[in-house]
């Protein structure tokens, strides 16, 4: 049985779909998910799997709580959670507001994180279990004008890394899947920070990388390519601590090992700049 929290579009959703297809019992959650378990079902009848969407908001524990308790009460175990809700936010470090910084680590970390406290305690019980945290390459380089967002990720990936060590003991599992960029509705879905307008001196700047980021974006691997990763997260025994979704971006962070920081940082510069 599968939790995949930001089931609703994009990656959670794709990969929802794909997993159903493989046979997977699959609960999805979103904010806008109906609160009847029963209502929002889709099902493959060739593989016997089906996807559930629940109702969850990331940012609210006892919303994840219910959440989570709804899944136990259903099917009294939780093999794989995947932890795919995310936001983003564009603009620079001295335009994005404080409470805009905040709403950002509220949902990309600390939604991650409550998500992981919950489910926990029934994989130590149950003595098993698999944890999937989906960063990004972003998490990895830090992008201009969507520092927020970096630094959401690069937390998510140092999370991810001591946790590895602590649940070891109890049988969990913990990986990263890092997408980089990948075509959904995550680029629409980006908010722009307030003070991120005319009036700012950034404008001129940050209007120039946001439209390249869309372009790649838009332009970038589909959804499918990250769900299938996921999958074979799944499926392996002791899965790596991360893994970088598509050729050219594990060559980009393979470049960043070797390379020096200043020829990395020139070549950011130029891409974004």
Known sequence: MVLITGASSGIGKTTADYLMKKGFHIYGTSRKAL?????????????????????????????????????????????VLVCNAGAGIAGSVEDVSMEEARTQFDINFFGTLR????????????????????????????????????????AVEG???????????????????????????????????????????????????????????????????VARVIYKMIKKKNPPVRTTVGLQYKTILFLKKILPGSILEKVVGLLYN
């Open 35 to 79: 609160g009847n378990i029963e209502v929002n079902e889709a099902s493959d009848a060739l593989t016997g799997g089906f996807l559930r969407m629940i109702p969850m908001d990331v940012t609210n524990e006892e919303s994840v709580d219910n959440a989570i308790n709804t899944v136990i009460e259903k099917e009294g175990h939780i093999d």
């Open 115 to 154: 998500v992981i406290k919950a489910v926990l305690p029934l994989m130590r019980d149950q003595g098993y279990g698999k944890i999937i945290a989906v960063s990004s390459v972003a998490g990895v380089i830090s992008i201009p004008y969507q520092a927020h967002y970096s630094s959401s990720k690069y």
């Open 159 to 225: 999370l991810a890394e001591a946790l590895r060590y602590e649940v070891a003991p109890f049988g969990i599992k913990v990986c990263l899947v890092e997408p980089g960029d990948t075509k959904t509705g995550f680029t629409k879905s980006r908010i722009t920070a307030q003070k991120a307008n005319r009036e700012s001196p950034y404008y001129e700047r940050f209007t120039r990388s946001l439209a390249r980021m869309e372009k790649d974006e838009q332009n970038g691997a589909s959804p499918i390519s």
